[in-house]
Structure formats: structure tokens, C-alpha cells
């Protein structure tokens, strides 16, 4: 879907940003772009998106050289969400959601259907579109910009610290959003951040960059439990493996009531949708070996102790 072939990008001083990079992100990725401040993942974004062009190597898109591309319809092609929202402020939610589609001269009846469709894909009411801007949370505001660079059905959506100025209890609800529109629209998406927990929950490929090179790739349990790169080992660190069990279920590792114990004797219960962390507090907390597991319906689906984190797979 997206091609890094020996790519390089020098600032006008001739420092370097990004240095002979390769990168593939396949159809169907969530991939997240992680590191320091400067590391070149914005650059990385930009080039993408045909905004700024490689001094040397290749890029492709859908197996097409960038350049050959013409420029407009690339940017249908590519949704672009930016910390900033970029909302304008003169138009209504409805009319900033639907501006791609006026470009493309698409009917008012069709406008005004794919705007009630994200406004409600993105967790907002239809009464929200009306409204102006103003009128909105920040957190609101960002939802409106997931919407609008959904709203001409890209393949590609490009991210850029979208969460950046989102305060945490918001962030977390809204991380689950894009999540349930990646699963549900089954987008390539391209995530820039600088929060290690926030690229264990979202990517599906993480990529960790230092001064302009990828220092470690992989999926979440490669980078947080196998990463062969010094830096990133000192990147993620304890944070990742943190960030880690606050994002896995423990229903992916329950296991059956041992010889000495059965559900009649547990007194204390989570459930298989609460993150292991929570299972790991109450053992430690309550002095217990075991604790039951029942599933969302209240049916007791087995047992959880710290013996149980053996059956995760690495």
C-alpha cells in the first residue's frame, strides 16, 4: 500500500532528517510511527501525503511512484488528521465534514447523508451538525476531523498526534473510537505519536524511530518483549510493558480452577474483558493465589492468577 525505498530528506542546512529509510505498510495496517521529538516521524507523515518530497529514493502508494501521482487525486486517496483539527470556523459541523465532497461536486442529498453517517461512526449525535466549531470540546472537535477525513471513503488515513491536545480521560475514549473505525471500515492507517502506551493500544505494526532511522519494528508484543535495538529497549521501557498489561484482556489468558480450588470457594471476580493489570492488582492486593473470571453475560468462564500470564503468546 505505502513503499519507502531508500528514502532520504536533508534540512536546507544539510542536516539530515531522514536517513535512507525503507518502510512498507501493507493493506489493512495499523501502523504506529513512534519516538523522541525531531526523530523525522512527522517528515515521515508529510511524504506520504506528497506535502514534502524525498531528496532521494522512492516512494510509492498502491504500487505507484508518488510523483506519477496527480496531486488531487492522491489527496482523495489519503485522509489527513492533525493535532490542530483545522476545523473551519465559519462553516457548520455538517459543512466542514462534507468540504472534500463539495470539491468533488457530490450532491447535496449525498452530502447531507455521509455527514449524519460519521457524525454518528464517530460517537456524536445528528444534532451536532448544526452546530458551529465554537460550539465544541476539543475532544469534540477532533472527532469531527475523524469524520471529515472519512468523509470521501479514503484507503489511506494519515494521522499526525491527533490526540496531542485531547485531555487524558477523553483521550482514552477516543482511542477506542479510532480503533472500533479501523476495525469496522478496515482502513490502512498511518498514527504519529509520542505516547508509548497510546502506541501499544493502537498499532497492529509499531515502528520506533531515532534521528531519522527505524530503530526497532514489529507488532506490540515484539517491540514490548523481543526488541533487539538498545534504544528502543530504553525507549519503551518499563512503560511499554506497563502499557502492555493495562491493554490486554485477561480473557486471553484464563485458565481452568486448579486440583485445590473451584468457583465455589472464590470470593473475589473480574471480568474477561478487564485488562490484566486489574487481575494482577486484586491477587496482590487481597493476598489471594486465584480469582474467578466471568464473561460480560456473568457466566463463569475460569480462573486468573499470576501462573495464567505463562499462556500468553510472545
Known sequence: MIEFRDVSQQYQAGKPIIRHL????????FVVLIGPS???KTTLLKMMNGLIKPDSGEIRIKGKELKAWDPITLKRNIGYVIQQVGLFPHLTIEKNIAYALDIQKVSETVKRERARELIKLVGLEEDY???????LSGGQKQRVGIARALAADPEIILMDEPLGAVDQINRGGLQDEI????????KTIVFV???????IKLGTKIVVMNQ???MEMGSRDAIVFHSKSHFADDFIGNKGFLSYLNIVKIAQVVCPFN?????????????ADDPLIVGIRICLENGVNQIGVRDGAGQVVGAFDLGCLSRLKF
Request: proline share 4%; charged share 25%; aromatic share 6%.
Open 259 to 271: 486440583g485445590n480450588s473451584s468457583e465455589k470457594k472464590i470470593s473475589l471476580w473480574v471480568s
Open 38 to 40: 525531531g526523530c523525522g
Open 22 to 29: 525503507s518502510l512498507t505498510v501493507s493493506q489493512g495496517e
Open 193 to 199: 505519536t509520542h505516547d508509548i502506551e497510546e502506541a
Open 179 to 186: 480503533i472500533r473505525i479501523y476495525q469496522t471500515l478496515n
Open 129 to 135: 451538525l448544526p452546530k458551529y466549531p465554537k460550539e
Open 212 to 214: 531519522g532511522e527505524i
